[in-house]
């Protein structure tokens, strides 16, 4: 297993348009969680889900941000009219709810959006 | 509501040196802490993961304790290396539910420059 893999790394847009982020975890964690990270700061949560259910969604996530993971495997965020604001690095980390490593997170490289 | 802290926001150090690197927060109801690192532009690796009944945990030459009725973690790194330059964050875990495990609350991370 490679881990946490995002793609795209790198996606510049023009403000209004709609961006779609994907994220595959590490194959046998059942949790799933984005972040968002703004230059300077930690990232902070956005949405988890275990298995194929969303769990929590943060209060930093308006509705113009989705996000599902159809099949309990890979997830998608999409963000709808994008906003100058939105740019920051969007983070996925995977963790298991079993075994030796429950509770530990372990993140993807990310995806960096720049709207223009 | 748990507020993370890290000081110094930036260290520079020669090589060689022991690095020590702060985290402090004010919730001690956690589940555990982990310490990441984060090269530019890229996402966070894990270093150390700390369970809240533990004090220490140690990985060659990186060491982290903890000291949860102070709201403390110390991250230990020593005989400093240029390949160690990097943001280093420490993230707590809340201890409220199995569903909250991995809302991490970050710090805003200590810069590392190590000097050759």
């Known amino acids: 297993d490679t881990g946490v893999s995002q793609d795209p790394r790198h996606k510049i847009t023009k403000r209004g348009q709609n961006v779609t982020f994907r994220c595959d975890p590490i194959?046998?964690?059942?949790?799933l969680y984005w972040y968002r990270q703004t230059l300077g700061q930690g990232p902070e949560f956005l949405t988890y889900f275990q298995n194929e259910a969303q769990l929590e969604k943060s209060r930093l996530l308006s509705d113009r941000f989705s996000a599902e993971r159809p099949k309990g495997s890979f997830s998608t965020l999409e963000i709808q009219r994008t906003e100058q604001g939105d740019s920051a690095m969007y983070l996925c980390?995977?963790?298991?709810?079993?075994?030796?490593?429950?509770?530990?997170?372990?993140f993807g490289e990310g995806s960096r959006l720049t709207v223009l | 509501k748990q507020e993370v802290t890290q000081i110094p926001a930036a260290l520079s150090v020669p090589e060689g040196e022991n690095l020590v690197l702060n985290c402090s927060f004010t919730?001690?109801?956690?589940?555990?802490l982990q310490w990441f690192r984060q090269d530019p532009g890229k996402g966070l690796t894990s270093l150390l993961l700390?369970?809240?009944?533990?004090r220490e945990q140690t990985s060659g030459r990186l060491n982290a304790s903890l000291d949860k009725s102070s709201g403390r973690s110390t991250l230990y790194i020593a005989a400093s290396q240029p390949g160690d330059s990097a943001t280093y964050l420490c993230?707590?875990?809340?201890?409220?539910?199995?569903?909250?495990?991995?809302?991490?609350?970050f710090g805003a991370g200590t810069q590392v420059v190590v000097t050759p």
């Open positions: 980390a995977s963790s298991s709810t079993s075994g030796p490593w429950t509770g530990e997170l372990f």
């Open positions: 993230a707590v875990s809340p201890a409220l539910t199995t569903d909250s495990w991995g809302k991490l609350q």
């Open positions: 194959s046998e964690h059942n949790r």
């Open positions: 700390i369970q809240s009944s533990q």
């Open positions: 919730d001690s109801a956690i589940y555990n």
